[in-house]
């Protein structure tokens, strides 16, 4: 029997997923990547990694990649609110449906743990800070009611199967490889390209609304220690933020150009993350400032 050990990473031509991928393969492990490219791209994917292009609820060809692995870090999603709200159904079958499929063949092969990359979009709007893994959910949208629905499904796959899941709360994440393109970029990658391209700043609404970066090193960290902990493994939730909200105009201040407000958006006023229990769990502190991640992206963009 081969020595080596097995990872899989769904998404993993993705953005955050194309990070945990390079951190597995420095770490020795073999990497199959199942991607089927919609959103990610063949360029993001290592090259000592193996790439399957096929779709994440195809539960026949993802059994066999999954099958030997030691840990499954699930990634593959359709993203972003405002394209869920277009298409919910879409949406609904990769992402309740595809996690379905994964955490089905993932018990079949006896997996030693799942990792979910939840979302912390499952907050909502909630009239306390920091949101709190204990604060009953408010999906404002079907992505976000999807990736909640995620999570319960890796509860109930600990609960009723015996196989071992965590989920991580991710708090709007930046970094290298992040896509500034298309109406559902990130807020971040579009000022970027909007700087570069010698373009206003479009701010939705009064550009007051906050949000929780939190760089895709911190994010990939704290992946892999849930891969190992000792103190998950039941379907824990937990958050993945730096623990800082920090408003919209605040950003586009950093990033640096003149502004234009535009119509708001059905969207959370205010996130910002309690990470006591990513503390606590998993030993894991943010590491990357705002100010530090902003500056290797302009770099990047060359803005």
């Given at each position: 029997?081969?020595?080596?050990?097995?990872?899989v990473v769904t998404g993993g031509a993705g953005f955050v997923g194309?990070?945990?991928?390079?951190?597995?393969?420095?770490?020795?492990?073999?990497?199959?990547?199942?991607?089927?490219?919609?959103?990610?791209?063949?360029?993001?994917?290592?090259?000592?990694?193996?790439?399957?292009?096929?779709?994440?609820?195809?539960?026949?060809?993802?059994?066999?990649?999954?099958?030997?692995?030691?840990?499954?870090?699930?990634?593959?999603?359709?993203?972003?609110?405002?394209?869920?709200?277009?298409?919910?159904?879409?949406?609904?079958?990769?992402?309740?449906?595809?996690?379905?499929?994964?955490?089905?063949?993932?018990?079949?092969?006896?997996?030693?743990?799942?990792?979910?990359?939840?979302?912390?979009?499952?907050?909502?709007?909630?009239?306390?800070?920091?949101?709190?893994?204990?604060?009953?959910?408010?999906?404002?949208?079907?992505?976000?009611?999807?990736?909640?629905?995620?999570?319960?499904?890796?509860?109930?796959?600990?609960e009723v199967y015996g196989l071992?899941?965590?989920?991580?709360?991710?708090?709007?994440?930046?970094?290298?490889?992040?896509?500034?393109?298309?109406?559902?970029?990130?807020?971040?990658?579009?000022?970027?390209?909007?700087?570069?391209?010698?373009?206003?700043?479009?701010?939705?609404?009064?550009?007051?609304?906050?949000?929780?970066?939190?760089?895709?090193?911190?994010?990939?960290?704290?992946?892999?220690?849930?891969?190992?902990?000792?103190?998950?493994?039941?379907?824990?939730?937990?958050?993945?933020?730096?623990?800082?909200?920090?408003?919209?105009?605040?950003?586009?201040?950093?990033?640096?150009?003149?502004?234009?407000?535009?119509?708001?958006?059905?969207?959370?006023?205010?996130?910002?993350?309690?990470?006591?229990?990513?503390?606590?769990?998993?030993?894991?502190?943010?590491?990357?400032?705002?100010?530090?991640?902003?500056?290797?992206?302009?770099?990047?963009?060359?803005?």
């Amino acid at each position: 029997m081969s020595s080596i050990k097995k990872a899989v990473v769904t998404g993993g031509a993705g953005f955050v997923g194309s990070h945990v991928v390079d951190v597995l393969i420095k770490e020795g492990f073999a990497v199959s990547v199942i991607d089927d490219l919609s959103g990610g791209k063949r360029d993001n994917v290592h090259k000592d990694a193996t790439l399957h292009v096929v779709d994440v609820r195809d539960s026949k060809a993802i059994a066999p990649i999954i099958a030997g692995s030691e840990f499954v870090f699930h990634l593959a999603a359709l993203p972003r609110v405002q394209y869920s709200i277009e298409y919910p159904e879409e949406t609904n079958s990769v992402n309740v449906g595809g996690t379905l499929a994964v955490l089905k063949a993932s018990k079949d092969a006896g997996v030693k743990r799942v990792v979910y990359a939840a979302s912390s979009s499952a907050y909502g709007n909630q009239e306390t800070l920091p949101l709190s893994e204990d604060v009953p959910p408010q999906p404002l949208s079907p992505y976000a009611l999807q990736k909640y629905v995620g999570e319960l499904y890796c509860r109930v796959f600990s609960e009723v199967y015996g196989l071992s899941t965590v989920s991580l709360r991710f708090f709007n994440v930046y970094g290298s490889r992040l896509d500034p393109e298309g109406a559902y970029a990130l807020v971040i990658g579009k000022f970027l390209k909007q700087k570069k391209d010698g373009v206003p700043l479009t701010i939705t609404g009064d550009g007051q609304q906050t949000r929780d970066f939190t760089h895709v090193q911190d994010i990939v960290r704290g992946m892999i220690l849930a891969a190992r902990s000792e103190h998950v493994g039941k379907g824990e939730v937990i958050n993945l933020g730096r623990g800082q909200e920090v408003s919209v105009n605040a950003l586009a201040e950093l990033i640096g150009g003149t502004t234009v407000h535009i119509e708001p958006r059905l969207e959370p006023r205010h996130t910002r993350a309690d990470i006591t229990r990513a503390k606590e769990f998993l030993n894991w502190t943010p590491e990357v400032s705002l100010e530090e991640g902003v500056a290797e992206l302009k770099k990047l963009f060359g803005v």
